[in-house]
C-alpha cells in the first residue's frame, strides 16, 4: 500500500487522467446498460403442456403422460420430473439442478417431445421456462365495437406493425374467436333421408374442390386446366345438392334440409374490459433484449394506429413505465443518500474543502463500478442499483478514516507538506485495507450462495464487492493527492478535545472500571430484544411493493358450462364497479373457471382496506365454489402460493391424508383457497367395445371412436374461402341441450357393409366418476395440496400452516414436504444462514492475518451480535417481517461493525505498542478514533435515510435500510463500548523495564 500511496503522491497528471477516464467510461457505461426491473435468473424448471381435447385424465396419462414421462425422466440434469393430467391436458414440469444451462434443457426437452409420435387429435406442444416475472411486458386491449370489429383491428393493424419492432419474442392474443362454417347435422332428418354422416362428408368434399386437370395444347400456346368449384359463401354451403334414396326413390334435397348451418366461432372463452367484448395484445421480448425500449415502441405503433370510430385501447399493463419509475425513483434515493454523506461530512469536519475530498470517493467509485458491471453483462435493474445504494454509505467510509486523519494532523503540525500527508495516510492504510476486505470478505459469499433465492442477489453482492474495492483505492490515491493539493494551507490549530470526546472519555472509562456489569447489561439487553421482538415479525421473501392491482380467481363447481360461470363473473364485476377507485376490469370466462383483473388509482388511499371489503363482499356471491381475492404487487410473488406434496404408500392412504391436511388448513389465518388435487370427481360417459360385436359388423374400436369424435366434438374435413376468408368447414352432429346418455345409446354408426348399427348394439354405454386430475412425481403417483397466501408475512402463514399439519396423526407411511414458494422461502434462509457463517470465518481469517493475533478478531466478532438489537427494533417499528433485504442488512451491519471496531483497535495496538497501558491506551484512541467512527456510521445512516422513508424505493430498499439504520444506531454505541471492554477483558499489560521507565520520564 505504500507504494501505492506515494506514486499518486508524485504523479498528480496521471492520476488526473485516470479520474478523467473513470467518469467518462462510467457515463458511457451507463447509457449502454439495459434497463430492467429484475435481473435475469437462470430458473431451472421447464413446462412442458399439451392439450389434447376430449380426452379424460385417464386416456390423457395413457396415450401421452406415461410413455412421454420416461422419456423426459433420461433427460441429463433432471433432478425431479412432475407430470401431470386433467380432462383435456398433459402437463410437465422439469426440475433440473442449478448448474444446467437452461437453453440447453430447453433443447434436450424439445427434442424428446418431437420424437414421440403423440395422437392424431392432441394439439402441438407448447413449452415455457419458468421466469422470475410475467415474459410479458406490454399488454393492451382493444374493446368499444362488435367482436368482428375487434378483432379485425388486432389482427390486421396492431399485430403486423408490433410485430415489425425488433427484439420481440412472441405476441400473445387473447380474446379472439375464429369464425368457422358449423354444419350441426340432424339425426331425425339423416333417418327420414336415409343418409349417414359419412356421406355427407364426401358429398361436402366433391362440392368442394379446386384441383388441376392437365394441359391443353394449342397451336401457339399451352393452358392449363383447373377446376375451381370452392364454396365461397355461406349460402353457398346451404344450397350444397344432395341425393338421397328414399323408399327406393332418388330425393334431391340441400344440405340445409339435413342441417343447421352457421358461420359463427366454437370457442365459449369470453374475454371483457369493464364489460364489453375486448382482445388483448400482448409483447414478449427475446432474452437480453432492452424491455423498454421494445415496450415504447409497441406504445407508439398502438397510439399510431388509424382506429375505426367508437374502438378503444387501455393499457393493461406497461412495464417500461414501471421500470423506469423502479430505477428511476433508486437512482433518486441514491443520489439523496449521496447528498446526505456529504452533508453529514461536512457537519464532522466544518471545512467545505477537506468534504469534497473525501466524498469524491462516491462518484468515483460507482462511475468505476458501472464499467466493470457493464462489462460483466449486468444490466441497471433492482438489484444493481440496491447494491449501489448500499454501497454509498460504505464507500465514503474509507476516504472519511484518511480525510479526517490528514485534516487532525495537518492542522496541528507546523511543518507541512506531501510527506506529511503520505505518512497521515499511511497511519490508517492498514486499518482501511483490513476493514474493506472484511467487508468484502463478509458481501463475497452472498454471490455464491445456490438456488433461486441465491442466484437472485447475485448482481447485488458483487456490485458491493467492486464498489468497495474502488472506494479502497480512491482512498489511498486521490485523497491523499487531493489532501495535498487543497489541504496544506489549513489554519494552524493545537490539538484539544472537544465536549464530545470528553463525555465519551468519561463514559469509556466508567464502563473499563465496571467491566462485566457493563457486558451484563448488554447481553440483557440483547436476549431481550431477540426473545420479545423477533418471534412477532414473522417471515417472508421479499416484501411486497405498493398493490395497485388485483387479481379475483372464481373457481366454479366441477362440470359449471360458460354461460353459468359468466352470470357469477358478472356478479363480481358489478361488485368491482360499485367502488370507485376501482378502474379497468378485464374478465377472462371459461368453463368452469374466470379470472378477473383490475387496477386501483394511484390516488386510492388505503387498499389493504379495500381488499378487505371485497373479501366480505365476494363471500355472499352464490353458485361459486371459491372467489380469492389476491393483490399483484410489483416486487416477485413467490411468497403468495402454499404447496405441499404428499406421498404414501398407495393412492388410496394419500388420499386420506390429503383430506386431513385440507381440511385442517382451511382454519389457518390469511390462507385461501385451500384445495387438494384429490378434489372433485367428474362424471364422464364411458364406453366399452365388445369386441365380437364390432367384429360382426366390421368395425374396430379405433373406426367407431373416430366417428363419435366426429358426430360429438365434430371434425375439420375442409376449408374453403368464406366472404374471402379461408375458413374451416367443421362437421359434427347436433346433440340437443337435453340429451341423455340414451341418446347417445340410439346413435348410429356405419359399417363398411353400408349397414348401420347402434352404439349400445357393440358396447356398453354408462355415466362412470373420475377424478379430475392426476399428478406423478417421478414416475409415482402423488397429491398435491394448494393454498393462496393473502398476507405479506408468508413466513408467517407458512408456519402455522406446518404447525397445523404437524398436530394430525396421518396414515402410516404418509410424508410430505413443501414445494414451490415455501421450499425456496425455507432453503433461501438456510442458504443465507450458512453464507452468513461463511462471510463470519471469512471475516477472522482477514483480521488474523492483518493483526497477527488470534484473540483480537474474537473480540471483534463478539461484537456483531449487539448489532441485532437496533436492527429488530428497526423492523418492529416499521412493522416489516424478516426476510431476505433484512438478512443483507445484517450482512451489511457486520461489515461495518467490523471496519469501525478495526478502526478503533488497530489506533489502540499502536498505543500500546508505543508504551502506553492498556486502558490509557483505550481512552486514548477512542478519543482519537470516535469521530471518523461516528462520522461513517452517521453517514452510512444519512445515504440509507432516503431508501428507508421512501415508497418507492425499490422492493428490498425499505427493509434492508431500516435494518442498517437501526442497526448501526446501537452497535455504533455499543462498539464504542463493548469492544474496548471486551478488549480489557482478554488482554494484559506486558510492558518492559525500559518501558516503564520511559513511560515515568515522559510523566
Not at 349417414?196 to 362440392?207: E, G, V
Not at 413505465?321 to 433518486?332: D, P, Q
Not at 465514503?396 to 510527506?419: H, K, L, Q
Request: glycine share 6%; charged share 20%; hydrophobic share 45%.
Amino acid at each position: 500500500m505504500k507504494s501505492v500511496i506515494r506514486f499518486s503522491m508524485k504523479n498528480a497528471v496521471a492520476i488526473f487522467i485516470l479520474i478523467l477516464m473513470l467518469v467518462g467510461g462510467g457515463i458511457y457505461s451507463i447509457q449502454q446498460m439495459k434497463m430492467e426491473k429484475y435481473p435475469q435468473v437462470d430458473i431451472p424448471y421447464f413446462h412442458i403442456s399439451i392439450n389434447y381435447p376430449g380426452a379424460s385424465p385417464e386416456q390423457v396419462m395413457q396415450d401421452i403422460g406415461y410413455p412421454l414421462e420416461a422419456q423426459l425422466s433420461n433427460i441429463k440434469g433432471v433432478v425431479n420430473l412432475y407430470t401431470g393430467a386433467n380432462p383435456s391436458s398433459f402437463n410437465a414440469t422439469l426440475a433440473f439442478s442449478m448448474t444446467t444451462k437452461m437453453d440447453e434443457a430447453e433443447k434436450a426437452a424439445r427434442d424428446a417431445v418431437s420424437k414421440f409420435k403423440l395422437p392424431e387429435t392432441a394439439q402441438a406442444p407448447q413449452f415455457m421456462k419458468e421466469q422470475v416475472e410475467d415474459p410479458g411486458i406490454y399488454t393492451v386491449a382493444v374493446y368499444g365495437g362488435t367482436q368482428e370489429t375487434v378483432q379485425k383491428v388486432v389482427e390486421e393493424t396492431l399485430k403486423p406493425s408490433i410485430r415489425a419492432i425488433q427484439g420481440i419474442d412472441a405476441i400473445n392474443i387473447q380474446g379472439i374467436h375464429t369464425k368457422q362454417v358449423l354444419i350441426r347435422l340432424l339425426p331425425n332428418a339423416l333417418k327420414a333421408n336415409n343418409l349417414t354422416l359419412d356421406q355427407i362428408r364426401q358429398l361436402i368434399l366433391a362440392n368442394n374442390l379446386s384441383i388441376p386437370i392437365g394441359d391443353l395444347k394449342t397451336t401457339d400456346q399451352t393452358l392449363p386446366i383447373r377446376v375451381n368449384n370452392t364454396l365461397q359463401t355461406i349460402d353457398g354451403v346451404k344450397n350444397i345438392p344432395l341425393m338421397a334414396l328414399v323408399n327406393n326413390q332418388p330425393k334431391t334435397l340441400k344440405l340445409s334440409d339435413v342441417a343447421d348451418i352457421a358461420y359463427d366461432t366454437n370457442d365459449q372463452g369470453i374475454t371483457r374490459i369493464n364489460g364489453e367484448p375486448a382482445v388483448t395484445l400482448s409483447v414478449a421480448p427475446k432474452g437480453g433484449e432492452d424491455a423498454v425500449k421494445i415496450a415504447k415502441a409497441a406504445k407508439e405503433k398502438v397510439a399510431e394506429a388509424k382506429l375505426p370510430a367508437g374502438i378503444k385501447t387501455a393499457v393493461l399493463l406497461d412495464r417500461s413505465t414501471e421500470i423506469e419509475k423502479s430505477v428511476y425513483g433508486m437512482l433518486r434515493e441514491v443520489i439523496l443518500g449521496a447528498i446526505m454523506a456529504v452533508f453529514v461530512t461536512l457537519l464532522f469536519l466544518r471545512n467545505l474543502r477537506s468534504t469534497l475530498i473525501a466524498v469524491i470517493s462516491i462518484p468515483l467509485s460507482m462511475l468505476a463500478s458501472v464499467i466493470v458491471l457493464n462489462k460483466l453483462g449486468y444490466t441497471l435493474n433492482m438489484m444493481t442499483l440496491a447494491g449501489i445504494a448500499v454501497a454509498i454509505g460504505r464507500v465514503v467510509d474509507d476516504s472519511i478514516v484518511v480525510i479526517e486523519n490528514v485534516f487532525r494532523r495537518v492542522r496541528s503540525a507546523e511543518t507541512r507538506d506531501g510527506v506529511l500527508v503520505e505518512t497521515a495516510t499511511r497511519e490508517v492504510s492498514t486499518a482501511i485495507t483490513s476493514s474493506t476486505i472484511t467487508t468484502v470478505a463478509v458481501f463475497l459469499p452472498l454471490a455464491f450462495v445456490p438456488g433461486i433465492v441465491g442466484k437472485f442477489f447475485v448482481p447485488l453482492a458483487w456490485t458491493i464487492v467492486i464498489s468497495l474495492l474502488f472506494s479502497l483505492l480512491v482512498a489511498v490515491t486521490v485523497v491523499p493527492l487531493m489532501s495535498r493539493l487543497f489541504l496544506l494551507r489549513l489554519k494552524h490549530t493545537e490539538p484539544r478535545e472537544n465536549g464530545l470526546q470528553r463525555v465519551y472519555r468519561r463514559a469509556l472509562g466508567g464502563a473499563l472500571r465496571h467491566r462485566w456489569l457493563t457486558l451484563t447489561l448488554a447481553v440483557i439487553l440483547l436476549v431481550s430484544t431477540i426473545g420479545l421482538i423477533a418471534p412477532g415479525l414473522g417471515f417472508n421473501f421479499l416484501p411486497a411493493e405498493k398493490t395497485l392491482k388485483f387479481n379475483v380467481n372464481i373457481s366454479m363447481p366441477i362440470g359449471t358450462v360458460v354461460t353459468k360461470t359468466e352470470k357469477v363473473s358478472a356478479k363480481v364485476e358489478q361488485l368491482l364497479k360499485e367502488h370507485p377507485e376501482v378502474e379497468l376490469i378485464t374478465a377472462s370466462i371459461g368453463n368452469e373457471r374466470a379470472y378477473v383483473n383490475f387496477s386501483i388509482k394511484d390516488a386510492a388511499a388505503d387498499t389493504t382496506a379495500l381488499a378487505k371489503q371485497l373479501r366480505e363482499q365476494f363471500k355472499h356471491v352464490t353458485d361459486a365454489r371459491d372467489i380469492t381475492l389476491v393483490g399483484i404487487s410489483g416486487g416477485v410473488n413467490v411468497g403468495s402460493e402454499f404447496q405441499l406434496v404428499i406421498n404414501g404408500p398407495n393412492v388410496d392412504t394419500i388420499k386420506q391424508a390429503a383430506e386431513q391436511i385440507t381440511a385442517s388448513l382451511r382454519d389457518v389465518p390469511n390462507l385461501t383457497e385451500v384445495r387438494s388435487s384429490a378434489e372433485g370427481e367428474k362424471p364422464e360417459i364411458s364406453i366399452d367395445f365388445n369386441n365380437q360385436k364390432l367384429a360382426a359388423n366390421g368395425l374396430t374400436p379405433a373406426t367407431v371412436a373416430m366417428s363419435l369424435h366426429s358426430m360429438v366434438d365434430g371434425t375439420t374435413i375442409t376449408k374453403s374461402p368464406i366472404d374471402g376468408t379461408t375458413t374451416d368447414i367443421v362437421l359434427s352432429m347436433k346433440i340437443e341441450p337435453n340429451a341423455t346418455i340414451e341418446t347417445l345409446k340410439d346413435q348410429k354408426i356405419a359399417t363398411p357393409m353400408g349397414s348401420q348399427v347402434a352404439l349400445q348394439d357393440i358396447g356398453t354405454v354408462q355415466i362412470v366418476k373420475n377424478p379430475t386430475n392426476i399428478s406423478r412425481l417421478d414416475q409415482a403417483e402423488y397429491l398435491n395440496v394448494n393454498g393462496t397466501i393473502t398476507d405479506n408475512n408468508t413466513g408467517k402463514v407458512t408456519s402455522a400452516a406446518e404447525k397445523k399439519i404437524k398436530e394430525l396423526k396421518l396414515p402410516d407411511g404418509v410424508t410430505w414436504n413443501s414445494q414451490g414458494a415455501s421450499k425456496e422461502l425455507n432453503n433461501g434462509f438456510i442458504n443465507m444462514g450458512i453464507a452468513l457463517l461463511i462471510s463470519i470465518f471469512l471475516v477472522y481469517m482477514v483480521m488474523l492475518i492483518a493483526f497477527s493475533d488470534w484473540k483480537l478478531p474474537l473480540v471483534i466478532l463478539v461484537a456483531i451480535p449487539f448489532s441485532l438489537i437496533g436492527a429488530l427494533l428497526g423492523l418492529f417499528t416499521v412493522h416489516e417481517p424478516i426476510g431476505m433485504p433484512a438478512l443483507i442488512g445484517v450482512l451489511m451491519l457486520c461489515g461495518i461493525v467490523v471496519t469501525n471496531a478495526i478502526v478503533l483497535l488497530d489506533r489502540v495496538k499502536t498505543n500500546i505498542k508505543n508504551g502506553m497501558l492498556k486502558n490509557q491506551a483505550l481512552l486514548e484512541a477512542g478519543a482519537t478514533r470516535i469521530r471518523p467512527i461516528l462520522m461513517t456510521a452517521i453517514a452510512t445512516i444519512g445515504a440509507l435515510l432516503p431508501l428507508a422513508i421512501s415508497t418507492d424505493g425499490g422492493l428490498i430498499s425499505r427493509a434492508l435500510a431500516v435494518v442498517v439504520i437501526g442497526g448501526l444506531s446501537t452497535s455504533t454505541l455499543l462498539t464504542l463500548i463493548i469492544v474496548p471492554v471486551l478488549f480489557s477483558l482478554v488482554t494484559r499489560d506486558k510492558r518492559s523495564a525500559k518501558q516503564l521507565q520511559t513511560t515515568q520520564q515522559v510523566a
